[in-house]
């Protein structure tokens, strides 16, 4: 199984940013998938999941600004980041669970990625 996120990078207070999961090796469409994140010195940090009906979850951070979203025929999720701040800079990990669950996602998934990193810049 490989999850692999992509579409960080270096953006402008304000900005925006899409990052996109690829799953490989499983098909995910019957869990939920999120995604993650962690900034230097900091714990990780639930940012949004999205069920397989679909239902959304979003950390307080990612509320109003980001929007999580999934396409079943590509196996991949999406992270739509909008109206950016320099807090929101931090590596992002993208993330699966192995079986049917609702959240609260705070505590983590089953299977993760490398991470993306996100820096953005006053």
């Known amino acids: 199984v490989q999850l692999q996120a992509s579409g960080g990078g270096l953006v402008q207070v304000g900005g925006s940013l899409r990052l996109s999961c690829a799953a490989s090796?499983?098909?995910?469409?019957?869990?939920?998938m999120g995604w993650f994140r962690q900034a230097p010195g900091k714990e990780r940090e639930f940012v949004a999941a999205i069920t397989w009906t679909p239902s959304t979850y979003y950390g307080d951070s990612a509320k109003g600004r980001f929007t999580i979203s999934r396409d079943k025929a590509k196996n991949t999720v999406y992270l739509q980041m909008n109206s950016l701040k320099p807090e929101d800079t931090a590596v992002y990990y993208c993330a699966a669970d192995d079986r049917p669950r609702f959240g609260p996602y705070d505590h983590g998934m089953d299977y993760w990625g490398k991470g993306t990193q996100v820096t953005v810049s006053s």
């Open positions: 090796g499983r098909t995910f469409n019957n869990v939920a």
